[in-house]
């Protein structure tokens, strides 16, 4: 492959001196590639050359003797025009070489092969090369072996040249009065140069480095700038970077830092390393702090008209710049013998024991320094770590007062910080001087002219106000004549401020209709002072220029100027809110319509039922009326899903949603409850006998049929009903929602209308809070294992005919009964594939199902009233023998009522058929009962029950 060198041969040239090896001494560290070389190829000349771009020169050669050729005549000058092995198999049969003097002449080169030195950017430096005296060529293993070869001359090229740029680099950090340093991301490390180490006062081994623990001696006002500069710096390719901060050193003092850096990115992208110097500015820095302070002071006194304000400027620039916790400004009396303190800050107990006056002649460093007109600096009394430090305030070569400082040592000792106070003495002591040569009536012309100023300037900004406003501000007089028009009025009304200045307010912008009500507001405000409007914020109408009204918000306030009464009016146009406010009630009641619809039937969905029902309940609770509740259920609606998909079970929801809104009644209420079922809420509809009722549902509902595509026989659908009435003697709507859900699984499912199970429901649901959430709670597990309430109604005749035949009384036969419906509560928190599995139950799944009874009795224990059940809950599968669960309880210490149920509750598992196995017959049952009695059962409860079963045929039908 050719390389193209008309772009290339700068960088190239560039490449070799950055490489450093531009000179033409041969280097030993190349020979053994050399040899290695020849070896390889079986030639007897080989040689490392590099190419500039006048010669060629050799860092290693074997086989001849020469240190450099012209590169008009370098055979390698060619190779390095490609990427890969250039081989001359016979030079004198080659046009580029067959008159070149090392062919023609000595050493009479007949073969040639070479390939490039080739850079990680792409660039020749030179080649690996290797000759003979016959034409031959390569084999493709030597030809492969020499490009490798060449490889490793580039390798050690580079290595040498880091070798060099490290050796200078450590040169020029020995030599630079800046600190140098240098970070590496990959690692987190960062490298730190000897001069840099000295100048935070740190030896070697304790410089941290890592840049978190570098962060950590950063000033912490400035971290996250500096962070911030680092960080963005960093992301931008090959960019550079200035920063300013400061850094504690060594001695605790905090120092100011210049950093310049630059970061190296690879090519894509990535940050490799960034380096840079420091600068320590600290004196640069300190000496800007106070010239900034001077600059700031004389600001400050410039416009100090005031002793006592000099006086504030001084202590407001000396007190941080010295770091002061108490400072003190005194002036000389006219009598120059009393010093007169008239600014004071902190405590400073050793000035005086009198701040207001004192004598010049006082023992203390402030009356020293004015008195003897030199600067005084003493240690404190009361803290060896604070200085007093006290400047005498001169003009014209007398006292004019003094300035005195407390601060610490290190602030006040310094010859920079005593020449920054003289300077700031000589700034205030001027300013003091010309404060007390103020003429008072200069001052008070001076004063007037700069009310004249604010007045203007309090015009110029409320004619700005006016004009930028965006309410329409409008000025009346007692009159009700236009005095004000701004800007915002004429977009909002039409009128311009020239057809509105001198006219009534009421012919411009007031409805007809309204103006007698202005009038009289206007009249009323004059005879009492008050208005309906004013100083308020109400909304009005007004009117356009064209008529077109418009809705307002009105603030009005009266203004008394010169004994006149004015009043100002603040006028928002609210159109644009008033549309934006229709428009969200709009979109509010077109979202809670949709929010109340099933989507896919249009119908209510089941959270607007439970409201419409509430609705409803009320207006029965207030009117005396009635309301009928249907519960609906698609039959075998599964099968439509599992054999047409989905879409044609969608379809048929659809179909049966659109006869049931065409058979009701407009004000009926229609609602999607779930899945496959539907609710009604049907008004006044409760003087119909809920079979007819049910019979004219189903009637209606009867010839409905689907046709799936594709297919020519119709499928009927039908519907099972559950209906209850709610009327005003009845008003626990909750209760009659469960009840016609009820009939409805009794419709669904063949069963009686009316169960002795439902009157204990019934009953307790009227009694005991919580129960119908129990009760509930029993038929999600009935959803889960459709024999868990069947059992539950049998356990509970099987238990309440044990009682009886133990002769227990009615309370205690009604407490069996509850808790029999109850028992299997727990069941709840039974995973599904545990409780209907027919095989085999594992420990796992076995130890899952012995947690149901303690499950079921903290349930039940939630719900006041049922404390008597609990033991039944609890215990109903502990054995007589102790072998059961959840304790062990053996023979009478496990309580009656849960021994009683744990024999009807195995005559019920027993006899009652399961999804997966039949019921065994009832003489096996009984016989099992019988067997297990003494083992397995209380001997007494198994006798009264099988006693009970001979007695009464019916109750063992299953």
């Not at 003429?439 to 700005?464: C, F, G, P, T, V």
């Not at 106000?465 to 409008?474: P, Q």
Request: glycine share 6%; aromatic share 6%; charged share 25%.
């Amino acid at each position: 492959m050719t390389v193209d060198l008309s772009k290339d041969e700068s960088a190239r040239l560039a490449a070799l001196r950055e490489y450093r090896i531009l000179d033409t001494d041969a280097e030993e560290t190349y020979d053994a590639i050399t040899r290695l070389a020849a070896f390889i190829c079986d030639a007897p000349i080989a040689a490392v050359t590099l190419v500039d771009a006048e010669r060629q020169w050799f860092k290693s050669i074997l086989g001849v003797a020469v240190k450099e050729t012209p590169r008009s005549i370098a055979f390698c000058s060619h190779t390095i025009q490609q990427s890969d092995v250039m081989v001359v198999c016979s030079a004198t049969d080659d046009v580029r070489f067959e008159n070149n003097p090392l062919v023609t002449g000595d050493p009479k080169i007949r073969f040639y092969a070479g390939a490039p030195l080739m850079t990680a950017d792409g660039h020749a430096l030179g080649t690996l090369c290797v000759m003979d005296y016959e034409p031959r060529t390569l084999t493709q293993g030597q030809t492969e072996a020499l490009q490798t070869l060449a490889g490793h001359v580039v390798a050690q090229l580079e290595l040498s040249r880091r070798f060099a740029d490290q050796e200078r680099l450590s040169m020029i950090m020995e030599a630079t009065e800046d600190g140098v340093w240098e970070w590496r991301p990959d690692t987190g490390e960062s490298f730190f140069s000897p001069q840099w180490k000295r100048m935070l006062g740190y030896e070697d081994h304790e410089m941290p480095s890592r840049s978190e623990e570098w962060s950590s001696r950063v000033h912490p006002d400035d971290v996250e700038a500096a962070t911030e500069a680092f960080v963005a710096h960093f992301e931008q390719p090959n960019s550079t970077h200035h920063i300013q901060y400061r850094m504690r050193h060594r001695d605790g003092s905090w120092r100011w830092w210049h950093s310049r850096g630059r970061a190296s990115h690879d090519r894509h992208g990535n940050l490799m390393r960034a380096v840079g110097t420091n600068t320590d500015i600290t004196a640069h820095m300190q000496a800007r702090e106070r010239t900034d302070h001077l600059l700031a002071v004389g600001a400050a006194l410039g416009s100090a008209l005031t002793t006592g304000d000099v006086a504030e400027s001084i202590l407001t620039a000396a007190m941080p710049i010295f770091q002061a916790t108490a400072a003190t400004v005194a002036l000389l009396d006219a009598g120059a013998r009393t010093l007169c303190t008239i600014r004071l800050k902190g405590i400073d107990g050793e000035q005086t024991e009198s701040y207001a006056e004192f004598s010049i002649d006082t023992p203390s460093p402030l009356a020293d320094a004015v008195r003897e007109q030199r600067l005084v600096i003493v240690p404190s009394k009361s803290d060896p770590a604070e200085y007093l430090v006290a400047v005498p305030l001169l003009a014209g070569g007398r006292s004019l007062g003094g300035l005195s400082l407390k601060c610490p040592a290190e602030r006040c000792r310094d010859d920079d910080q005593a020449t920054f106070l003289w300077t700031l003495a000589n700034q205030c002591s001027l300013a003091l001087e010309r404060a007390r040569l103020y003429d008072n009536a200069l001052h008070e012309a001076k004063i007037r002219r700069q009310a004249q100023d604010a007045l203007q300037e309090s015009d110029a900004r409320k004619s700005a106000m006016l004009e930028a406003a965006l309410d329409c501000i409008i000025t009346i007089d007692a009159d009700e004549l236009v005095l004000e028009w701004n800007p915002a009025c004429e977009r909002t009304f039409g009128y311009s401020r020239a057809e509105t200045i001198g006219r009534p307010l009421s012919d411009l912008i007031i409805p007809p209709y309204m103006r007698s009500g202005h009038e009289h507001g206007i009249a009323h405000y004059h005879a009492t002072g008050e208005g309906p409007v004013l100083n308020k914020r109400v909304e009005v109408m007004g009117m356009r220029k064209d008529g077109s009204e418009l809705p307002l918000e009105l603030t009005a306030v009266p203004i008394k100027v010169g004994g006149r009464t004015m009043f100002t009016a603040y006028l928002r146009d609210l159109t644009e809110r008033k549309q934006l406010e229709e428009e969200r009630e709009r979109a509010l009641r077109a979202a809670e319509e949709r929010a109340d619809r099933d989507p896919l039937t249009g119908l209510l969905n089941h959270r607007a039922f439970h409201k419409r029902l509430e609705e409803e309940a009320a207006r029965v609770e207030r009117e005396g009326s009635s309301l009928t509740i249907v519960m609906m259920d698609l039959d075998n609606f599964k099968f439509f899903n599992d054999v047409y998909g989905h879409t044609v079970g969608d379809d048929v929801l659809r179909q049966v949603a659109k006869r049931l809104q065409s058979i009701c009644r407009s004000y009926d209420s229609i609602a999607r409850f779930g899945g496959d079922e539907f609710a009604l809420l049907m008004p006044s509809a409760s003087g119909t006998p809920t079979s007819e009722l049910e019979a004219r549902l189903r009637t209606d509902l009867d010839d409905i049929v689907f046709c799936p595509d594709g297919h020519t026989m119709n499928i009927p659908i039908t519907v099972s009903f559950g209906v209850a009435a709610l009327s005003q003697l009845d008003m626990n709507w909750h209760e009659t929602v469960r009840l016609a859900d009820e009939r409805l699984r009794r419709a669904k499912t063949g069963g009686a209308a009316e169960t002795e199970a439902d009157h204990v429901r019934a009953l307790m649901s009227g009694r005991v809070d919580g129960f119908s959430m129990l009760d509930a709670l029993v038929n999600a597990v009935d959803n889960k294992d459709r024999y868990t309430r069947r059992h539950s109604e049998d356990v509970m005749l099987y238990s309440v005919m044990i009682a009886e035949e133990l002769g227990l009384s009615d309370v205690e036969k009604h407490t069996v009964a509850v808790s029999a419906l109850l028992h299997d509560v727990g069941k709840i928190g039974v995973p599904d594939a545990v409780l209907r599995k027919p095989g085999k139950l594992t420990d796992a799944e076995f130890e899952t199902i012995r947690q149901h009874p303690m499950m079921g009795a903290i349930m039940v224990s939630a719900a006041h009233g049922l404390e008597d059940t609990l033991d039944a809950v609890r215990h109903h599968h502990e054995r007589w023998d102790g072998l059961g669960y959840p304790f062990g309880l053996k023979g009478e210490d496990c309580p009656l009522i849960a021994r009683l149920m744990a024999v009807a509750d195995a005559y019920s598992a027993m006899t009652t058929d399961r999804p997966y196995r039949k019921g065994m017959p009832r003489v096996i049952a009984e016989d099992i009962l019988a067997a297990g009695a003494g083992t397995q059962w209380d001997p007494k409860c198994v006798q009264a029950f099988l006693r009970a079963l001979k007695r009464d045929e019916a109750c063992v039908a299953v």
